[in-house]
């Protein structure tokens, strides 16, 4: 068996721990982030305020006057030694997307890039299962894991001032979608009516660190309906 | 969802969490705050919304927490009760029902009716009083407490509004002319108070902020902590809610200036290849992809929130244990001006 080095403890403000498994993208690496992260959630330590998974880092916010540095690197010592628990494998969310065209204005250079034909590009984009490595940059933004080395593609040179919120895109080898408007450099390979943040539910966001995630083609008939749908 | 402290004890009351709940309260209906013009940049804020950021939703919140605090003991509010802040150039407000306020903060030239008004005490109003502004003498944000706070809905936990979200507050953004925000009614009298003089604070045009180093201190070179912690810094005109962008003596990177990204906390002390130092405050991103060199105490990140473009920062390092002090000190603060302030008094 591969031993597991041990993570970091570091100092982030008087109010912020940080547990940092490693520094680069890598899925062993957020698997013991995601392991730490439910642990904490099923057994909270008293004192702490809440977490946020990152790719290689847990941040572990706590108030200071209920509970001090030591005491809770032990705690979590004490927590994050335990075997990961296989948990309970989620259903992947399935993410219905239009590919290409004017929803997706870089597909056709993500196949180029890459040396493969448009369909196989679609094609294998949706035939992985993919992992929500963390959520960050804009509310409900999802940083995917798991995309296929023979789609990965850098990111556009100069970004985009504006990317129409449900757009799926590529960046290196992660995928993404955005769950609003804004401006963004990846390469914009399709789009979903879905919307991943919603202010006006009740569940605003809809992905969650950890969770397991797909992507479903639909034609742009079905896109409309559903975004018909959405706005419901 | 939990509160800031974890403690429960200072969110937001949820006496009025439905709308609906204000047909129980025939007066409430007239009881609002009109808004006559917006001014530059007046949200609802509170102490923020803690427990979302692993979902990408900033915490927002005060920029000034101590005064927010301050302004809602006064009134005899919860401390972490919804106020109004007012950026710079501020708001004329007309007050539709009689109520209580309190301003603390930034000393925007505040006037009742024409005539000033006391900041860091209660002010009496009757209906149809209107609160305006003058210029900005000290400081950036002003904070209006209300008695018995806005009768607006709690998104996730909190009344605060972060417009990249467009989530909480009144509508998610700013207020706009036209607006009204529903208080709680309030005839009665109760005892005004006033802030002891310890307690007011005056913002001048220099911040000494205090900082613990790191989380990714190890990206930087000796020669960038000698110039970090010797120099002044100066706040850009395109700082904001989500940040203070300083310009002074470049900060350099041992390596590259790009980390993968993990979580980042108010106050941590980003450097971008630029080398030019950001504060980030209450409407940052929750995670980023630029070491931090440190990360600015809390109480000293409600100074910076009065901070205008062209005031000067300067850092100093402090230990872990000592920020723990005085953190423990801040709080113990509010405890103190509590038990003495004219609301917790008894009828």
């Known amino acids: 068996m591969k031993s597991l080095r041990a993570p970091r403890y570091l100092v982030a403000g008087e109010k912020g721990l940080v547990v940092e498994f490693g520094s680069r993208i890598d899925r062993e690496i957020n698997a013991r982030v995601q392991t730490l992260y439910r642990s904490l959630g099923r057994e909270p330590i008293p004192g702490v305020v809440e977490t946020v998974p990152t790719f290689r880092s847990l941040l572990v916010s706590y108030d ?34 239009v590919y290409g065209g004017q929803f997706g204005p870089d ?98 966001v809809l992905l969650e660190p950890g969770d397991s995630v797909r992507f479903e083609r639909i034609d742009e008939a079905k896109f409309w309906e559903l975004k018909k749908k959405e706005e419901r | ?101 309190a301003l603390t903060g930034a000393d925007l030239s505040p006037a009742l009716n024409g005539l000033a008004v006391e900041m860091w005490a209660t002010v009496p109003v009757e209906r149809g ?20 706070g806005f009768l607006i809905p709690p998104v996730m936990g909190s009344k605060s509004t972060l417009t990249r979200a467009t989530l909480g507050g009144l509508d998610g953004g700013p207020l706009k002319a036209g607006d009204e925000l529903p208080i709680a009614p309030s005839p009665e009298r109760r005892p005004s108070g006033r802030a002891p003089s310890a307690y007011r604070r005056q913002f001048g045009q220099s911040v000494i902020a205090r900082m613990i180093l790191g989380p990714q201190d190890e990206c930087f070179t000796r020669e960038t902590f000698r110039l970090l912690l010797g120099s002044s810094f100066t706040v850009n005109r395109n700082s904001d809610r989500m940040g203070l962008r300083l310009s002074g003596p470049r900060l350099r990177h041992r390596g590259s200036a790009d980390i993968v990204s993990d979580a980042v906390v108010t106050g941590a002390v980003q450097v971008p290849g630029d080398g030019n130092p950001i504060i980030l405050t209450a409407d940052r991103p929750t995670t980023g992809g630029y070491p931090k060199i440190g990360v600015v105490i809390t109480p000293d990140v409600d100074l910076l929130g009065q901070a205008k473009p062209g005031d000067e920062v300067r850092f100093t390092a402090v230990s872990l244990e000592q920020a723990h002090q005085v953190y423990r000190q801040y709080m113990e603060g509010f405890d103190r001006f509590a038990a003495v302030s004219p609301g917790n008094q008894p009828d």
């Open chain 2, 129 to 148: 009083d209107v609160l305006s502004f003058g210029g900005a003498r000290s400081g950036c944000r002003t904070y209006l407490a209300c008695r018995g």
């Open chain 1, 64 to 97: 200071p006057l209920l509970i001090g540095f030591d005491e809770l690197v032990s705690r979590i010592q004490a927590v994050e030694t335990r075997p990961p628990n296989a948990g309970q494998a989620k259903e992947p969310v399935v993410i219905s997307t």
């Open chain 1, 107 to 204: 597909l056709e250079f993500v196949a180029r890039h890459n040396g493969i034909s448009v369909e196989e590009a679609i094609s294998l984009h949706v035939t992985a299962v993919y992992l929500v490595y963390m959520i960050g940059f804009a509310p409900g933004f999802p940083y995917l894991g798991g995309l296929p080395g023979k789609i990965a593609t850098p990111r556009l040179q100069a970004p985009r001032t504006r990317v129409p919120a449900g757009s799926v895109g590529i960046a290196g080898e992660q995928t993404g979608v955005y769950p609003v408007d804004s401006p963004g450099g990846w390469q914009l390979i399709g789009r979903t009516p879905l919307k991943l943040y919603d202010p006006g539910r009740e569940n605003p």
């Open chain 2, 1 to 101: 969802m939990k509160d800031e402290e974890g403690t429960g004890k200072e969110s937001g009351s949820d006496e009025f969490l439905h709308p609906s709940s204000f047909i129980l309260h025939p007066f409430s209906v007239m009881a609002s705050i009109r808004v006559l013009s917006p001014g530059m940049m007046t949200t609802v804020q509170d102490l923020g919304r803690f427990g979302c950021q692993r979902l990408g939703i900033s915490p927002a919140g005060a920029m000034d927490a101590y005064s927010l605090r301050l302004a809602n003991l006064l009134v005899g509010n919860a401390a972490g009760e919804a106020c109004l802040e007012i950026t710079l150039l501020g708001p004329r407000l007309e007050f539709t029902a009689p109520t209580v306020f």
